[in-house]
């Protein structure tokens, strides 16, 4: 059975702690991408990247940065967390042979 | 930008209506894809569709590519409490993934 698994299913850290999302994937996927959900906006990609130590900004990747040090595994880093950056965190991972995302449960960030 | 914009937001239908969910955008994406989420899980993907026109079943569920590639629909006939969940469209455009706003249905038993 195929999964992308996520750290953490909740966390709540205070402003200006330094935050680490850990993402692991078992399917030897190529991409792997960080998306954050919020109500009325559907998800928005922060980043992604398509091979190991290769990133590449998503649509607002302001606030955050990410690392790839092997294939299996994504993480995104919020250098100094906002209240603004409290949302669902959703990782995930595709083949290049298709299209279909596979995602793990997400990481409910709260920042105080 | 939200390039992709899906009608209605929010849905609550009793169980056997039938209901349909559009996704509209301005711009031409390579494929569309259909994506189910439920309370604390991910995404999970329903269909992929790629020829303007496509028109591809799953089940309960009919999915249609817009000729255009600009749009697509969600058709659900007599729908069941356990289609409940939010429905989300996903345009792709070389690596990147653009979602829509998403639509929440709830069908009532």
């Known amino acids: 059975d195929v999964k992308v698994t996520q750290s953490s299913r909740y966390l709540v850290k205070r402003t200006g702690e330094k935050v680490f999302l850990e993402c692991v994937q078992d399917m030897d996927h190529e991409n792997m991408f960080w998306y954050r959900q919020d109500p009325g906006l559907g998800l928005r990609l922060i980043y992604f990247s398509y091979d190991v130590k290769m990133k590449e900004k998503g649509d607002i990747p302001e606030g955050y940065s990410v690392s790839r040090e092997k294939k299996e595994r994504f993480s995104l880093i919020l250098e100094s967390a906002s209240t603004n950056q409290t949302s669902m965190y959703l990782c995930a991972s595709s083949s290049t042979r298709n299209n279909e995302q596979f995602f793990g449960p997400g990481t409910r960030l709260t920042v105080l | 930008t939200q390039l992709l914009e899906q009608s209605p937001q929010f849905l609550s239908i009793q169980e056997g209506e039938n209901l349909t969910v559009y996704c509209n955008s301005s711009s031409v994406f390579s494929s569309l894809q259909w994506y189910r989420q439920e309370p604390g899980e991910g995404p999970v993907l329903l269909v992929t569709v790629v020829t303007g026109g496509e028109v591809k079943k799953l089940k309960r569920l009919t999915f249609q590519f817009g000729d255009a590639r600009k749009d697509s629909s969600l058709h659900i006939t007599a729908a069941q409490p356990g289609d409940t969940g939010l429905y989300l469209c996903?345009?792709?455009?070389?690596?990147?993934?653009?979602f829509g706003t998403g639509t929440r249905l709830k069908v009532l038993a």
């Open positions: 996903a345009g792709i455009r070389t690596y990147k993934y653009i």
